[in-house]
């Protein structure tokens, strides 16, 4: 192989190895913050559930309305 071809080969091949990186680095932030963001929903989901309960059962819902 001539030296001006192992020289294209090896450029293109440290770009990527460069763009694997940048990929791999960005999968990495993406899971931290799916991680984040499955915390919070989590957090979220159980405050409702706690209001849900904390609510009083109304019966105006069972009764049918008085022009009935």
Not at 12 to 19: D, I, S, V
Request: proline share 7%; net charge negative.
């Amino acid at each position: 192989m001539s030296d001006d071809r192992m020289e294209r080969v090896e450029t293109r091949l440290a770009y990527q190895e460069r763009g694997q990186q940048e990929l791999s680095d960005m999968v990495y932030r993406q899971e931290l913050r799916i991680e984040r963001l499955e915390a919070t929903l989590k957090m979220l989901t159980e405050r409702v559930a706690e209001f849900a309960e904390a609510l009083p059962e109304s019966p105006a819902e069972d009764e049918p309305p008085p022009h009935y």
